[in-house]
């Protein structure tokens, strides 16, 4: 099933993380927006400078130091976030394969080039690549969390999961993996796990609004509305939470077959992303 008013969410893709793309997705709703999951694929991990005081935006900027020197990894890893925060992802991913091709063995080009290809939708390339954006005997906690971002995309939720579990094992509680962790669980559509291990991510100190709001949405995608308000309210204004929580109820009014164990697995379709 499409439904069409997922384009203009009063709030709930806005203004979560990332990663309520994806979740959108566990009602069966279908959605043009990034389907990123927090922390993972999204531009935060390299977020583009502002410009100082030229008035340029910053991927102009970006974009002449670029230029001036095409061979620069740290320039072309910098122009290439600039891009996806603008929306330009192909940009990105061509700006960035042509890095990977004149430094091979550059892991934070390879990082980079493989969360610019999840992030258009190119999941078979970008988990090759992300495979080799670290080793065996030096794992990148972060790299193993995009990986598991990117199965999770590609309906392989188990396997993403032994992904988080290996990140965790290198960074015991990080609130970024374990709300992956918890969102994967969604997908699943093992709510009560979901639940538990958000709530251990919106527990750490370091954790952020886009745990919360995550939690609010599995929360509420368990029926317990005012609940779901209630931890959302702790960001969000107090309007905005009231609205997200009156669309998700209308939501799971119309996927009836969410609680359902043996329901079909929930509709997932990036467009665009």
Known sequence: MTCS??????????RLAPAA??????AGCQTTQPMEV?????????????????????TDVLGERYRADPRDP???????????????????????EQAALTH???????????????????????????NRAHTPDQPDWRILSVQGAVLDQM????????YYATALRIVPDEPSVLSNLGLSYALSKDLVRAESTLRRASAQGSSDARVRQNLALVVGLQGRFAEAETIARADLPSD???????YLRKMLAQQNGWKDPQAGKPSMRAQGT
């Not at 793309?21 to 566990?26: D, F």
């Not at 080009?109 to 992300?130: I, S």
């Open 240 to 246: 905005e939470a009231a609205a997200n929580v009156s």
């Open 104 to 130: 091979p063995k550059n892991l934070a080009v390879l990082g980079a080039y493989g969360r610019a290809l999840a992030d258009n939708g190119d999941y078979k390339q970008a988990l090759d690549v992300l």
């Open 74 to 96: 740290d320039a072309a890893i910098k122009y290439a976030a600039a891009l996806r925060a603008n929306g330009q992802r192909s940009q990105a991913v061509a700006v960035l």
């Open 5 to 14: 008013v997922c384009f203009n969410l009063p709030g709930i893709v806005r």
């Open 155 to 162: 309906g392989r939720h188990e396997e993403a999961q032994r």
């Open 38 to 58: 927090t922390g993972s694929i999204g531009t935060a991990q390299a977020a583009a400078p502002t410009s100082e005081g030229t008035g340029d935006r910053p």
């Open 21 to 26: 793309a994806l979740a959108v997705a566990l």
